[in-house]
């Protein structure tokens, strides 16, 4: 485990004997079937295509093929001994991504790193079999909230240069998108969002857009050429949104959030038709 941790990162509870390490060989992912201009196209056309193909077959038969190819793939699982080593034997030489994680307990099967408390990743390729190959990992610990856990207040800026707070907001749920001008597919989100705040945002939720960009002239320059229908601020520097990274467990984004009028998470990591369905829901539920 690592020798220094945040102070604000949550460790009640690590230890270990709860590390599970895994060995996953390379696989061959099909490659999106991008249309012959994609290299021509502008962002939001890029955009648009990409909303449009998730409701096809098209797309259906693309996540079903690469689910294919990943189960093909070679895997070997293993715990920590009680001195921390692990052990892998019999391996072929391949190329290899050794991943080490505690999940937390409500992820179930899911692995994704998202919902990891600890992990540690490392790639590598193995020439030789009869030769002992040495690992050396270091586990990075981080906070995850989960649906039930109280968020994390956080302070945005506004494009008038004035200021407000996730907290500003408590009785109402409230959407939460992280993005950055850089970042596709927090771009491809887009359309989802605006569709999703046509459709529910009122009285009882609010939408929310924090740009983690460097420089707010960034976001605010995107945002004057194409105004978005629901609030939008910036949550300041690396330093600055880093803080709210690590609070939140964020590892990528976009990542977004759909807060409580009570301040806890309802649910986390929506994308595509499971944000909609996550609003709708919430907002459903009469004892909300």
Not at 38 to 43: D, E, I, Q, R, V
Not at 169 to 189: H, I, M, S
Not at 190 to 218: C, H, K, T, W
Request: charged letters at 25%; a negative charge.
């Amino acid at each position: 485990m690592p020798d220094q941790v945040s102070a604000g990162i949550n460790t009640d509870g690590l230890s270990l004997d709860q590390v599970v390490v895994t060995l996953e060989g390379n696989y061959k992912h099909p490659r999106m079937p991008y249309p012959k201009e994609w290299s021509t196209m502008k962002p939001e056309e890029r955009s648009q295509w990409y909303q449009d193909f998730i409701k096809t077959d098209g797309y259906k038969n693309y996540l079903r093929k690469a689910e294919e190819a990943r189960a093909k793939r070679e895997t070997y699982t293993t715990q920590l001994a009680e001195d921390g080593s692990f052990v892998f034997e019999n391996i072929k030489p391949a190329w290899y991504q050794l991943t080490a994680t505690i999940m937390h307990p409500d992820a179930a099967a899911e692995r994704s790193l998202e919902l990891a408390r600890a992990y540690a990743m490392w790639q590598f390729i193995i020439k030789n079999a009869d030769e002992p190959f040495r690992a050396n990992l270091t586990l990075k610990i981080k906070n995850v909230l989960m649906p039930g856990d109280l968020a994390a207040d956080w302070t945005a800026t506004a494009y008038d240069d004035s200021e407000f707070k996730l907290s500003d907001f408590r009785g109402k749920f409230v959407l939460v998108d992280f993005w950055a001008t850089w970042c596709g597919p927090c771009r491809a989100e887009f359309p989802n969002l605006e569709s999703a705040y046509e459709d529910f945002g009122g009285e009882r939720l609010e939408m929310i857009g924090l740009s983690v960009d460097q420089s707010i002239d960034l976001p605010q320059t995107l945002l004057e050429e194409s105004p978005a229908a629901y609030r939008q601020g910036w949550v300041g520097d690396t330093q600055r949104h880093e803080k709210i990274f690590e609070a939140y467990g964020i590892q990528s984004i976009p990542s977004i959030w759909l807060i409580g009028p009570d301040g806890k998470i309802v649910a986390r990591d929506l994308r595509g038709e499971a944000l909609r369905d996550a609003v709708k829901t919430a907002l459903e539920n009469p004892a909300e």
